[in-house]
């Protein structure tokens, strides 16, 4: 007989009673497909620098808009592989399921609530003053077009596709094996480090924060059971950074309200996990 400290994790507690549990993944799928996303979009990236003549501290913001668009197909693309190795995948696995609306925003104002304290409180102390550069790397400085492209960028396409990665994928398979905090801890500090830019010391202060902000969406996730509320609150993030950081508050109060709606709504046009076989 398995030890409580051994035993499996249980699903969520707000899977609708008798609704069929998604498969369960083993936890060193989420080191390996991590590895395997990062050394694929390398190779990509880099085929698309040889092919268009680019190199390092040339790229245009076409380039990068380029290769953060394979880097999430691939991410995407790599958590279905190493899924299908389990069972067929199907999109509810990853989280993308109805959950109760209103527990869901409720949810999601307390994850989003915490970690702006934290990030007032940590400002505070340590006072941090470096900044991303990713909003002018893909064009945000650009004109017009290149602000909305990397504003569709930032607010849309990267919460989608990040969410279904790390908390639809990565975090779940965590979760075959750790408790809810380790698994948390490792999935949020993996984010922060994907996020990282290596091009200074300073920048290591930018970690902390992030890392934090993906704890908190794995927190989010574990009790909604759907990755439609960490989309929209990553999106929500995004968002606010992208009007702070690129001027660009026109931009946000479009796409991100756009986004948000989507999560709230689509959700509603989805049918509930399907319920699994009568016991016989």
């Not at 050394?39 to 913001?61: D, Y």
């Not at 509810?92 to 990030?119: D, E, K, Q």
């Not at 492209?149 to 639809?168: K, S």
Request: with cysteine; glycine share 8%; aromatic share 12%.
């Amino acid at each position: 007989m398995e030890s409580a400290a051994t035993q499996a994790p249980p699903e969520p507690p707000e899977l609708p009673e008798g609704a069929e549990a998604a498969p369960r993944w083993p936890a060193w799928y989420a080191a390996a497909a991590f590895l395997v996303g990062v050394f694929a979009t390398f190779m990509a990236v880099g085929v698309v620098a040889a092919v268009t003549g680019t190199t390092s501290g040339n790229e245009s913001p076409a380039f990068t808009i380029i290769a953060t668009l394979l880097q999430g197909a691939i991410f995407a693309g790599t958590a279905v592989l190493f899924a299908s190795f389990t069972a067929r995948p199907r999109p509810w696995h990853f989280g993308l399921r109805r959950t109760r609306l209103w527990p869901a925003v409720g949810w999601a104002a307390l994850g989003i609530l915490s970690f702006y304290v934290f990030a007032a409180v940590y400002s505070a102390v340590l006072h941090p003053d470096a900044k991303q550069s990713i909003t002018e790397s893909l064009g945000a400085d650009e004109g017009v077009v290149g602000l909305i492209a990397a504003g569709v960028m930032v607010i849309a396409v990267a919460p989608a596709a990040e969410e279904f990665f790390f908390r639809g994928f990565f975090y779940r398979a965590l979760r075959s094996r750790f408790r809810v905090i380790p698994a948390a801890l490792i999935d949020g500090t993996l984010f922060g480090v994907i996020h990282y830019d290596f091009s200074g010391a300073d920048l290591l202060l930018i970690l902390p924060p992030l890392a934090v902000l993906g704890f908190v969406f794995c927190l989010v996730y574990e009790q909604t059971g759907s990755i439609y509320p960490t989309i929209a609150l990553h999106s929500l993030n995004n968002a606010i950074a992208y009007g702070v950081q690129a001027d660009a508050w026109g931009v946000s109060l479009v796409v991100g309200p756009l986004v948000l709606a989507a999560c709230m709504f689509v959700p509603r046009l989805l049918g509930p996990p399907p319920r699994a076989a009568p016991a016989v």
